[in-house]
Structure formats: structure tokens, C-alpha cells
């Protein structure tokens, strides 16, 4: 690196004793003292700052002035110059170095200064020769200053030396357009030190998963924390800030260098205790085989005021040569932190922030190399600042903006189907992983959904039977992901989990007559999950199961197993975050399916928009009080027209009742509210008979058919969870009105009218609506089929003046070969 005079830094000529400044110890040699019963790491130093310093060297074209004891300048009228010192021979084996100087470079002046090592003494014939030497490294200070020594010039970072160098040497040119201006060297200080002495680097390195800012769907990577690899060196305690934008910095290093955890020690005693720096100025450091490592203590938040102007930025170094593209595994874990760091900070990555620097209000690119920020810096390379743009857009891509977990599936028994709605103006990815049982590797699904579009996945087209396919979907778009599951006779639409959780709740579950039960449980951490199931009976009794689930599987509870010809509700509590799901079948040869995610959480609230007590469906409000205490609940049924009636329910403590909504609103289509003194959960089922033939196509998953006559009637039903609170704004992924009858019902529960618009999105790219206002405290059902026809796949965005509730209905025609129905709670905008 060439130093050019630049307008803050034009003259730093101020005469001082450098290493006093910086370590408290003269200009002689001396290792500085550690903290006691710590790994050492020895750090002492070479001065040259004298008359007799400069004269041991070799010079060409210099003059040796005795100004403040000594300084080198070009000789009059030269436009170059050269100085090489004698070797140095440092008092321990040394693995890095840094400097720290003083200098004053006018404008058109060049000062460029260089440092070598070697483990044996040179020879006289080699002091100037290339033979048995490193090669010449050029110190270049960029924006770094001393702290220790009132803003001398310094490198940032150290310089990396084989172990056990014992011999330095110092070459300095000078250069100038003017044979009337020449750079001046007052003083230049090498401080080497061996850190060695502490952990070494070795494979398995303890690795834990980094915790800071908000939380993220994107997955926190694993880095190697500070306590493993700094000798314990304290910092001071940083300044908090709250980063806007991320800088990428490179040390520069050799192929050969293997010994990351000596060189981090290097750096941390190097800008600490001879720079005078509060503590190590990178955040995270990755070397070149893409190891990951915690840096500064205090995390992202601590601010780094010695670098970069001070922006409120979080600092990565890249550890690798610096003419070189880094690794591809550096790559991998650079992208892998960038995306987990933006979206724990809201640092977009193709974003921009303001800052303030040089006194007016500038635009910055959130993610930038450190010679953006600092034009002077020398950091990153070429290689890899020409890699930014893309690296950028990558990060983009691996930032998880949705992730959706299905713990049932099954395409050997049902015919099963993804439904996905894309909230974001950009076109994107969803990727659907599927952990099928007994596989030794999930099978992954990409499927492509454009901007504010949706699309489907048929998983039965593309995968062989298997009765246990849970699945997660992520992608780098908020995305919106719901499950069809399809029976000949009936059919059962869910939308996905957003967030595993360690405990859930059913409040409904039935062993008795023709219905069975089962719970399914998928674990998707990384080791297995203990869970305590607790069923819930009518009369106030319960019964209690342990269950291990192992890890990233499922698995299926047959509640019969446990508790026979019993109705009942669930408390599910594990020992990890899981996935909890409950599927039932009921009817003659199991006609009927309805299944659905839990409640993680219960309320004191609960809404439900569709309802009817109408020939031919059975309503039942299911309520669950898995409390130790006794609680009364508020049962208000809501008509069309606005008025409505309110029951009186008391539970008992670790009760499930069975609110029967035909004996109090018969044939009527109603909304429900539910109000409780103590949180509960609720959920609302519809059963219903439909007649079908008995055809080997319906019956193919149904058994023993051949006493069955040739027209059955088929029971058949539906069950939803209620809302915890109404919404403006409201995503249904999913819908058809092909030899199917969709409606969508709206509860307004709020005391003002409500303007409803719905936005529908059809098979052919348009987007009509359709505008309906809703009296205080009512319903609507909007008969979808009767406004788009024969739409063989559309979906819905429903938003509002007033918060309400909203839900799907499908009801294939009752022709057949058809059957059954399902309602399905909306997506609330957050």
C-alpha cells in the first residue's frame, strides 16, 4: 500500500514516544505481563525512531536528519528512496506482527512500507537478498489509527508469520512528483507477539447457535464462541447501538496458515493492548474452511467507533488471502450469517440506510466492503468486492421469510395436495421438505409462486404411497401454505403451523361408536422429544400418556389404544417445540375425515364465523377448561340480521363439554362468540350424512365393502378452531368452485358496520372483487360458486374497515363420487 496524502490525515508529524503511549513499557524489548493462570500470549516490540536506528539500516537516495532524534526523508533533489534495516532478532518465536508509525506525507508524496520474517539468521549475503525470507508484506493503515498513541497510522490487523519466526526486517520506499516534497518517517514501532500458547485449532471445535436481536425463521448459524479460542483477554464494556448496515472486512492471510485460533488471539491482543482499542473490532470472523466465529465480546449490537467512521454496523472479517475469491464453504457460512443477521436486525440486504459523515447526510448500501465505507481501507480484495452484488442477492435468497410445518401426511390413504398464496410483490421459491419414515434423507420439492399469485403441489403425482410424510415449507417470500387432504367420500383443508410449539390443546376427541382418534406428533429438532398427553373427559377425569418422539419424525397416537369409547379433550406438553395434529375418521368404514393443528395457546376469546343448524348439519361447539380452577363461559350465537342470543356455560376444572348449537338455534346459520373468565379452548364441529354409491373408486380406501349395499349413507364432517381475536385483513390460499359449492362466511362481532372488499384471485391472472357491508354484531355467507364459476383454483383476500372473522367452506356436490365438506379458518395479517 502507498501512502497518499489525504485530506484528514495530510500531516500527523507530532514528535512522541510511541510505545509509551501504547503498552506502558519503553522502546527496549520487553514481553508485556499477562493476567496469572492464564494461556500466555507474549507481545513485545521494535522501535526504530533514532539517528542511530535509521543508520544501522541500508539507504538509498535518504537523508537521516536529526530531527526529533531522528527521521527519514528523501535526500534533495530525489525523487525516490529506499531504507532496509538490519535484521531484527525478537526475543521469543513469533506468529504475527503489527505496526504502528508516524509520518507526515504531503500532497504528491508516497510513503509505502513493508515487513518480512524468517525462523534463522540471515547471513551477511542474505540481508538483502530474497534467500531463506518470507515475502514482503505491506503494512497499509487505511482508516485504522491508534487509540493508544493519539491517532498515529497503524495496521488494523496483524500480520501473520509462520511459527516460530524469529528474525524481522523493515523496508520502506519513498516516492514524490516533486523533487521539493518528500514523506518524512518519524518513528515506527513493530510489535510481535506468539500466541500460540493458547487452544489450538483442531476439528471439532465446540460449536453453538448464535442468539441475538430478534427472533428468526432464518436459521442462526453455529460458530465457535470466544470463550473457546481467547485466552479469556477482557474487553471493556462496549457502547450498545443498533446496527443498520453490515460491512465485510478481509485478513489477509497465506493458504498455509492453519492456526485461526492463534491468529484471533493475535488480533485481539494486537487492537487491545497496542492499538488501545476497546476490544476486537470484528463482530464474527470465518476462515477459509467456512468455520464460523463469535468476535467482539457484546455481539452485534456493540458498537465499533475505531473503523468505518464509526457507522452503526456490524463487522465481518473473512480470513484468507485477500488476491483471492474466498472458499466456497466461506461463502456459504458469509451468506448463511448475512441472512440470519438481517433479519434479526431488519438489515434488508439489497437495502440502503442513511448515515452522517464528513458532516452531511449520506446513502449507504446496507451490506458494503470495508473500502466503500473508508476508501482508503485496503480491504476486501478485488475478488471479493466484485462479489458483494452477488452476495447480496444471495442472502436475499436464503433469508427464511415463511416457514409452514404440517405434522400429518399421508398420500397412501388420502390424495394429497399444497395449496401456497404469495403476500409479496416478488416472485419466489416455496420449498417443501418432506421427512418421509425410515428415510435416511428428506425429499425436497421446489415449487415456483409468482408475485401476489399462487400455486399447488400434487404430492401424489410425484412420490410413491407412504402413510407418515410430515413436511416444513420455507421461503424467502411471506408465503401462505395449507394441506388438501381428500377422500372419495369427504376432504380436509388445513393451513400449516407457523411456530412448533411445547404445548397444544384439542377440544374435541372422540373413541365412541364409529370414530377413532389419532394424534399426530412431528418432531422437528434434532433430538428426540418426551411429551405428556392428557385426555380430558366430560365427567372431570383424565388419563395420562408418555410418549417419545423421536427426532425429525412423527408419530401417530391411536387415542383407542389408551382410552376406548370415550369422548374427550387434549393437553399435549413436551419437553422441545413440536408439532402437534389431530386426525379423526368416523362413519361407516371411516366415510368421514376432519384434522387440524392444535391451539398452542388458550383464550379467554374465541370466534367463529361459520355455523349452521340447518338440515342436514349437526353443530357442536366443543369447549375445553384444562385449568385447575372452575370458569364460566359466554356462549353468544349471532344471525344475520344482527341479533342474537347468549348462553351460560359453567366447566368444571380439567373439563371437555359438548355444547349441542342444534337445541338452541336450530336451523339457523349462525356465528359464535365465545367469553370466559379463564383462558379455555374451543373449537367448532359440523357433521353431516351424504349419500354416495358404493363404487370400487369410492371405496378403494375403505374395507370390507362387500356386505355394504349399493347406496350408503355417508357420515362426514368438518372442525375448525376458533379465531382469538378478528382482523382486518384476512389470506385464504385455496379454493375451487368446480362441482364444488364455496362460500365464505364473515362474522362482525364489533360494534360498527363493516365494509367488506374481497379481492379474488382466478385461474387466469385476474383479480376481481367484490364489495358487501355487514351490520354490528352479524354474519354473512357469501356463495363464492354463484360469483366465479367453474374456477378450478382461486384464492381470496378478504380486508375490512372493522376487525371481523372470517372462513371457507367447500362442499363438493353431493353427486356421485363426491361428498363431504370442509371449513377452514382464514390467515390473519399480523
Sequence with gaps: MVHRAASPFVVLALSITLIGAFLTIPSTQRVAAQPPAEPVSQIATWTLDTVQDWQAGTTTNLLISNNVNGELRLDAEQESGGFVSSPFAATFPLNAAGAVWRADIPTGTTLTLELRGRETLPTPEETLSDAGWGPWVELISGDARSQADDGAFAVPDVIPFPPGTRYLQLRARFESDSILASATLNEITIAYLDTLQGPPTSPGLPQVPLRSGAETLTTPPQAVPRAVWSARREATRPTRTNPRGIILHQIDTSDTMTETLALLRAETAYQTEVLGWEDLAYHYLIDKNGM?????????????????????????????????????????????????????????????????????????????????????????????????????????????????????????????????????????????????????????????????????????????????????????????????????????????????????????????????????????????????????????????????????????????????????????????????????????????????SGMSSLSRTWFFAEGSTQNPFQMDLLLLNPNAQATVALVTFMTPDGTSLTRRYALPPTTRLRVDVNEIVPELGVAIIVQSDRPLAAERALYFTSTIPTTAENMETLTDTDALPQVIPALVGTISTGADEAAYTWYFPDGTTVDTNQYLLLSNPSRGQARVTVEFLLSDGSRPTETLLMPANSRFTLPVHELHADEPALAMIVRSTQPIVAERSLFPDAGPGAGGGSTMLGVPSE
Excluded at 466 to 471: D, F, I, K, N, V
Excluded at 522 to 548: C, H, I, K, W
Excluded at 564 to 592: K, L
Design 292 to 596: 464460523l466465529y463469535e468476535g467482539r465480546l457484546g455481539g452485534p449490537t456493540a458498537l465499533v467507533p475505531r473503523l468505518a467512521g464509526g457507522d452503526a454496523a456490524i463487522h465481518i472479517a473473512l480470513i484468507g488471502p485477500r488476491d483471492e475469491l474466498p472458499s466456497e464453504a466461506t461463502q456459504q457460512t458469509l451468506v448463511q450469517l448475512l441472512a440470519w443477521l438481517g433479519q434479526a436486525f431488519d438489515i434488508a440486504p439489497n437495502g440502503e440506510h442513511a448515515i452522517f459523515a464528513t458532516g452531511s447526510r449520506q446513502i449507504r448500501q446496507n451490506i458494503i466492503g470495508h473500502s466503500a465505507a473508508a476508501p482508503e481501507a485496503p480491504d476486501p480484495g478485488e475478488e471479493l468486492q466484485a462479489l458483494i452484488p452477488e452476495l447480496r442477492d444471495r442472502t436475499d435468497n436464503a433469508t427464511t421469510r415463511s416457514r409452514w410445518y404440517f405434522a400429518q401426511g399421508d398420500i397412501a390413504n388420502y390424495a394429497q395436495q399444497f395449496a401456497f398464496l404469495n403476500l409479496s410483490d416478488e416472485d419466489t421459491t416455496a420449498t417443501v421438505t418432506l421427512l418421509p419414515a425410515g428415510a435416511n434423507e428428506t425429499f425436497d420439492l421446489d415449487v415456483a409462486i409468482p408475485a401476489g399469485g399462487r400455486a399447488q403441489l400434487d404430492l401424489n403425482d410425484v412420490l410413491s404411497a407412504t402413510t407418515s410424510l410430515p413436511a416444513i415449507i420455507e421461503s424467502n417470500q411471506p408465503i401462505i401454505a395449507e394441506r388438501i387432504l381428500s377422500l372419495p367420500t369427504d376432504l380436509d383443508t388445513v393451513i400449516g403451523v407457523s411456530e412448533p410449539s411445547r404445548i397444544w390443546y384439542f377440544a374435541e376427541g372422540s373413541t365412541a361408536e364409529s370414530f377413532r382418534t389419532e394424534l399426530v406428533l412431528f418432531n422437528p429438532q434434532a433430538t428426540s422429544t418426551e411429551a405428556v398427553l392428557t385426555y380430558m373427559l366430560e365427567d372431570g377425569s383424565r388419563a395420562e400418556q408418555r410418549v417419545l418422539v423421536p427426532a425429525q419424525q412423527q408419530l401417530v397416537v391411536a387415542v383407542a389404544d389408551v382410552l376406548p369409547e370415550r369422548r374427550f379433550g387434549m393437553a399435549i406438553v413436551a419437553s422441545q417445540p413440536i408439532v402437534a395434529e389431530r386426525t379423526m375418521r368416523f362413519g361407516v368404514q371411516g366415510t368421514g375425515i376432519h384434522s387440524g
